[in-house]
């Protein structure tokens, strides 16, 4: 595991439903649901992004050093959006401008 890695916080489960809370059960994105009920349990069906990289690599340090930040913290909640997988992965693969810019527009807007 690289260093990086071992130093991500994952977001508690009250901040996950805050989170969740906040896109109104709704992926931002995609408008898909984000719960999903299946023989009676409710399943959970997305993750927690982080707007800003939480450990950015070189190329997206270089992409993004000119761009807002919402939190110098990239843990803190408003750095933080609730996707489905596959937004998340979208969103995540591979970073560009206007993808960022587009999901601090819409955490913004939330």
Do not use: W
């Amino acid at each position: 595991m690289a260093k990086s890695d071992s130093q991500r916080k994952k977001p508690t489960e009250n901040m996950g439903l805050v989170l969740f809370d906040e896109v109104g059960g709704i992926c931002p994105k995609c408008t898909k649901p984000l719960m999903r009920k299946s023989k009676g349990q409710m399943t959970k069906l997305y993750e927690i992004a982080h707007i800003y990289p939480n450990s950015p690599r070189p190329h997206e340090f270089e992409l993004l050093k000119d761009e807002e930040r919402l939190s110098k913290d990239v843990d803190d909640e408003s750095n933080l959006i609730a996707l489905c997988r596959d937004c998340h992965k979208v969103f995540d693969n591979p970073r560009t401008i206007e993808g960022y810019r587009d999901m601090v527009s819409i955490k913004r807007e939330l």
